[in-house]
């Protein structure tokens, strides 16, 4: 079979772009709380139900169900760590066992309410229709969730590099208990940090879902993969990091796609593959900080 | 005389021999906690009167158990997170079932039954594997080290969901492998049979996994969990101490996930890679108390009491009779999952380690008038104390200052 080597790359960049997105919650809850959140995933797929439930039970227009679903899953990260992630701050295991008890609680709730049963969402881009890009079939909706996406990531890291907040953030990313002594107040830090990657989660979860306009109950593991895996490989909190891990899973995902024989199944072993493979080479992945500094 | 002397000697002498070696043999074996003697006993007391699906709870928590044992090992008592051994637990099952798959008949016509040899290949196999896991453990730490367990669990889990591969590892459905005790049929010596296997094992992991932690390479263990920096500046090999700990956490845990399969289940398949049964040591462990032998084992027993008793006998029905039949496991995930977070937020130690704490505390030997109301008692006696020494020490003080004054 002859790949056509341009798809691969204009389609491993469309879903880069989605993938940074997803990444970016993940990247920044790291990089500035030392929360290692494996809730993340649980909290993509709670958003792409939310919408699901706004637009397509309760009949609200699309556009304003997406911003419901990101407003409700944000509220959902703020609860989460207030009521069992901030308890436990500063113990690294136990970081690890309730947030990833927190997703396994999210998706099995999900689940039992939605069933395990692929589930149609509505895609208000449908209309639209497709463009042929390089000669290479793109649907209008990828396009315009990709640039969205893109926009957001700028968005975001602008917030974090210029405003007094994100000065603040990125001096609680520092040190915070020297932070905290300059009088920031940290805990609502935390909140607010929490509830823009709960945000991000949410609407980087509902872009991914929308060209293929359905839902996977398996979609938290998979969003876990993906995520963690650029997160990882990128080095854990550094935004820069992310954008290219993201490129580079996305990359690898779609070479599975194309060579591997039924490889359908096989794309989400591609990242996680590449990721132990940079973890064995750079222990704290390609932008890690490099120096020790623990206890 | 002379005879009859240089006789008796000798006997004397191999009496002697054969006491010693007696006494270091029963010492090696039964020097265990009593604790952990007297709860396996418990157990074994518990089976008589009972029978049916009551003993298969109890087979599944035993086998279980050891699962949460080789977890604790590992996270317990090194401090490495490992949030995929659902890898190690399934890949034991895997292997032997492939073997078996593929030499078993050759092996059949030896005479010998296939699947023991089979599970004996595939745990020296397993080590190996878990070794290969650890390998990322000695450069990747914390966070990294967690996702990186539970990335090689998935990956295991889509790789044997791979439909390319459907005619060796039998896609999404599995391979089914024989029982341990199909000959006996479906009597109820069987089942009492196969718990007392199960028990057999759990107790000798047990007492393996104790002897381990309380050597010295336990002592290490723990001293890696206290501080990776200190132990290593004192000499120790920090990277040989954390293979060897993934190696035996691993081995146990394939160990658990063959006699899982052969024992219970009769099946292989790819599922049992997923995150959910990753989650059941950790739940398991937080029931009963992180770092501990007893913890684990009564962690597991707790749950499977709970998912029996509570959920199984009252729940379960109601659920089927409204037709939510295929909710129950979610359901049962969710609420464990909700009681960990709390257990993890509001009570770290567990519910066995803090029995254990409190019969500690009451088996210290108290004075007389310790008896009674001991509290209000306690404060009389600190007040008095308080009272007391506030007085003597304005006389004690004085003459002190004094005779140093002197010697100025």
Not at chain 2, 118 to 127: E, G, P, R
Not at chain 2, 276 to 291: A, K, Q, V, W
């Amino acid at each position: 079979m002859e790949i056509n080597w341009l798809e691969v790359v204009i389609y491993a960049v469309v879903q880069g772009g989605y993938y940074s997105l997803m990444a970016l919650g993940l990247t920044l809850v790291y990089g500035i709380g030392r929360i290692v959140n494996l809730a993340h995933g649980s909290l993509i797929m709670f958003g792409v139900y939310a919408y699901y439930v706004f637009s397509t039970i309760l009949k609200i227009d699309p556009f304003l169900a997406i911003v419901m679903a990101m407003l409700l899953t944000g509220i959902i990260g703020a609860i989460t760590h207030r009521s069992s992630i901030h308890p436990v701050l500063g113990d690294d295991v136990a970081i690890m066992v309730v947030t990833l008890t927190i997703g396994v609680l999210l998706s099995e709730v999900l689940i039992m309410f939605f069933t395990s049963k692929t589930v149609s969402i509505i895609n208000p881009l449908k209309p639209f229709g497709h463009i042929r890009f390089l000669g290479v079939l793109l649907s209008w909706t990828q396009v315009i969730s990709f640039f969205l996406s893109v926009a957001l990531f700028f968005l975001v890291t602008l917030f974090i590099n210029v405003s007094k907040i994100g000065k603040a953030l990125q001096a609680m990313a520092q040190d915070r208990e020297a932070a905290m002594l300059m009088g920031i107040n940290v805990n609502a830090l935390y909140v607010l940090v929490m509830i823009m990657a709960a945000m991000l989660a949410a609407i980087g979860g509902i872009m991914v879902s929308l060209p293929g306009a359905s839902v996977v109950p398996n979609l938290w593991i998979n969003s876990i993969v993906s995520t963690f895996a650029i997160v990882i490989l990128g080095g854990l909190g550094s935004i820069k990091g992310s954008l290219l891990g993201s490129l580079i899973v996305a990359f690898s995902e779609q070479i599975v796609y194309y060579t591997l024989p039924q490889g359908g199944g096989m794309i989400l072993i591609a990242p996680l593959a590449v990721m132990v493979a940079v973890l064995l080479v750079r222990p704290k992945g390609l932008f890690g900080k490099r120096v020790e500094m623990e206890d | 005389m002379q005879v009859k002397d240089r006789l008796t000697y000798s006997m004397l002498m191999v009496k002697g021999y054969l006491t010693r070696a007696y006494s270091s043999f029963m010492s090696h074996v039964f020097d265990v906690p009593p604790r952990l003697l007297a709860f396996l006993c418990l157990l074994i007391m518990l089976v008589l009167p009972v029978s049916g699906i009551d003993l298969r709870t109890l087979t599944f928590a035993s086998v279980l158990a050891i699962l949460a044992l080789s977890w604790d090992l590992l996270v317990g008592r090194t401090g490495q997170v490992s949030l995929g051994h659902a890898f190690f637990f399934t890949i034991g099952a895997y292997c032997s079932a492939l073997l078996n798959k593929f030499y078993g008949p050759s092996i059949a016509q030896i005479g010998i039954p296939a699947h023991i040899i089979t599970i004996i290949v595939a745990l020296a196999i397993s080590v190996p594997i878990a070794m290969a896991v650890g390998l990322p453990a000695l450069r990747v730490k914390g966070p990294y080290l967690g996702v990186v367990t539970l990335a090689i669990s998935l990956m295991a889990y889509y790789f044997g969901n791979w439909v390319y591969l459907r005619d060796i590892t039998g896609g999404s459905s599995g391979i089914p492998v024989p029982f341990f005790f199909d000959y006996l049929g479906g009597s109820s010596v069987r089942n009492i049979l196969e718990f007392y296997f199960a028990l057999a094992i759990l107790f000798f992991s047990a007492i393996i996994i104790y002897k381990i932690a309380t050597s010295k390479t336990g002592i290490v263990f723990i001293s890696i969990l206290d501080n990776e920096l200190a132990s290593k500046a004192c000499g120790i090999n920090v990277i040989k101490y954390k293979l060897i700990a993934f190696t035996i956490s691993g081995f146990f845990a394939s160990l658990a996930g063959c006699i899982y399969a052969y024992l219970l289940i009769g099946r292989v398949t790819p599922l049992s890679f997923f995150t959910t049964n990753s989650f059941l040591p950790i739940t398991f462990t937080f029931l009963g108390g992180l770092g501990t032998i007893y913890g684990p084992i009564a962690g597991t027993f707790i749950y499977k009491f709970i998912e029996s008793y509570a959920f199984r006998d009252y729940i379960k029905p109601i659920m089927t009779s409204g037709g939510f039949a295929s909710q129950y496991d979610h359901l049962i995930n969710a609420v464990f999952a909700i009681i960990i977070i709390v257990m993890i937020v509001k009570w770290p130690r567990g519910i066995a380690r803090t029995i254990v704490d409190k019969l500690n505390d009451l088996a210290k030997p108290r004075g007389i008038e310790e008896r009674g109301p001991r509290i209000w008692k306690k404060y009389k006696k600190e007040q008095k104390e308080g009272r007391f020494r506030k007085i003597f020490s304005k006389f004690k003080k004085k003459p002190k200052e004094k005779e140093s004054e002197v010697e100025t």
